[in-house]
C-alpha cells in the first residue's frame, strides 16, 4: 500500500523522500558527531586522531557524508533545473557537478578508509 | 494545436529590486543560496578533513590556520550559511507535514528560523572568537 509510493505511480516521490531522509540522517549525524566530540574532547592531533579511529564510527561518518552528497546533487539538481533554461549549457553544469559529487565521494571514501592515520 | 500568445498590452514588472519581497521570499532563497554556497564549500571542508587526519603536520596547519582572522571570518560565514539552512530546512520539511502553511503562520515560521539563525549564531561567534 504504502510500496506504492516508492513506485512510478508517484513521481518525483523517490527523490523527494531521499533528500529528506537524508536530511533527517545528517541532522541525527551531526547530534551524534556533538555528543562523541564533547565526550572525547579532543585537545591534539592523537587525540582527533582517536576520534576517527573506530571503524564504526568511520562507517558512521561515511554514511553521513553520503547522504550529505546526495541531498547536495538533488538540491544543486534543482537549482540548475529553475535558473538554466537552456538545454546544452545545463547538461554541461550538471556533469560537471556531477563530477564534483563523484570526487568528494571518492575523497571521502579514500580519507576514512583508505588512507592510515 | 497552436496556443495563442497573451495580449501584450497586459502590465508586467519583472524589475525584482523594485518589488518588496515577504519575509518568507527572504528565508526561502537565502535557503537556496546557502545550499549551493555549502555545495561549492564541500572540497575545501573535505581537504581540510584530510590535513587534520593525515599527519600531525597537516593537523598544525589546519589549527593554525583557524586561529587567523580571515578564515575566521570564513568560518563565521559559513556557520551562518550552515544554520541558515538547517533551520529553514525544518521549516520546509513542517510545510512538507502540512503544519504552518497558511500565510500567517508561513510569515511567522520564517521570522522564527530568521531568530533562531540569529541566537544560534551568537553562540558560534562566541565559541570562533572567543
Redesign the interface.
Known amino acids: 500500500m504504502l510500496f506504492e509510493l516508492l513506485t512510478a505511480k508517484y513521481p518525483g516521490m523517490r527523490l523527494w523522500l531521499t533528500q529528506?531522509l537524508c536530511?533527517?540522517s545528517m541532522?541525527a549525524g551531526l547530534l551524534l558527531f556533538w555528543v562523541r566530540v564533547l565526550w572525547l574532547a579532543p585537545q591534539?592531533?592523537t587525540g582527533?586522531?582517536a576520534v576517527?579511529a573506530p571503524w564504526w564510527w568511520r562507517l558512521l561518518s561515511v554514511w553521513f557524508f553520503i547522504c550529505?552528497?546526495l541531498h547536495?546533487w538533488l538540491?544543486?539538481r534543482d537549482?540548475l533545473r529553475d535558473y538554466v533554461s537552456h538545454l546544452g549549457i545545463r547538461a554541461v553544469l550538471q556533469w560537471l557537478v556531477n563530477l564534483?559529487v563523484l570526487?568528494?565521494a571518492l575523497?571521502?571514501g579514500w580519507?576514512l578508509f583508505g588512507?592510515k592515520? | 494545436m497552436i496556443v495563442k500568445k497573451p495580449n501584450k498590452q497586459r502590465p508586467k514588472n519583472l524589475n525584482l529590486f523594485t518589488i518588496r519581497m515577504p519575509v518568507n521570499a527572504v528565508v526561502s532563497i537565502m535557503h537556496r543560496a546557502s545550499g549551493v554556497v555549502l555545495f561549492l564549500v564541500q572540497p575545501l571542508l573535505l581537504w581540510a578533513l584530510y590535513l587534520s587526519l593525515h599527519n600531525e603536520q597537516g593537523y598544525s596547519a589546519v589549527a593554525m590556520h583557524l586561529q587567523q582572522w580571515p578564515i575566521k571570518l570564513l568560518l563565521t560565514s559559513l556557520a551562518w550559511a550552515f544554520f541558515h539552512h538547517f533551520y529553514a530546512g525544518i521549516r520546509h520539511l513542517a510545510m512538507d507535514v502540512h503544519w504552518m502553511t497558511t500565510l500567517q503562520k508561513a510569515r511567522f515560521s520564517s521570522r522564527v528560523v530568521l531568530s533562531l539563525v540569529v541566537v544560534t549564531m551568537m553562540f558560534v561567534v562566541f565559541a570562533i572568537w572567543q
Open positions: 529528506r536530511a533527517l541532522a591534539d592531533y582527533w586522531v576517527f550529505m552528497l547536495a538540491g544543486v537549482v564534483a570526487g568528494n575523497a571521502v580519507i588512507m592515520f
